[in-house]
């Protein structure tokens, strides 16, 4: 059984960074990508950030370019997603997801696992 336990969340001001990690167990991690995703209150969830399984490529959400950065330790078996420069719009549970395949993707279908997720509130 694939477990993911996101750790990380928390309050912080605006323009404060956080850094989450994800840990997962039950799986060879590092033939696969992963992923982080978000929601915040009343929205759907949306992509944030995707790492390929041997993190030379990643994908990000255009209104995160810049300041968030997602990167893995393979002989962890954990992914990390640094977020700084934080907005009031970054707040939302923060969900980490493992890859179907080797390279990542946009679509909640490119994941077939998911963590519980994680709380970031960014204070004005």
């Known amino acids: 059984q694939v477990q993911l336990q996101e750790s990380g969340g928390g309050l912080v001001q605006a323009g404060g960074s956080l850094r989450l990690s994800c840990a997962v167990s039950g799986r060879t991690f590092s033939r696969y990508a992963m992923g982080w995703f978000r929601q915040a209150p009343g929205k759907e969830r949306e992509f944030v950030a995707g790492?390929?399984?041997?993190?030379?490529?990643?994908l990000y959400a255009d209104s995160v370019k810049g300041r968030f950065t997602i990167s893995r330790d393979n002989a962890k078996n954990t992914q990390y997603l640094q977020m700084n420069n934080l907005k009031p719009e970054d707040t939302a549970v923060y969900y980490c997801?493992?890859?179907?395949?080797?390279?990542?993707?946009?679509?909640?279908?490119?994941?077939?696992?998911w963590g519980q997720g994680t709380q970031v509130t960014v204070s004005s």
């Open positions: 997801a493992t890859g179907k395949i080797a390279f990542t993707g946009t679509s909640e279908s490119s994941y077939d696992n």
């Open positions: 790492i390929s399984w041997n993190g030379h490529a990643t």
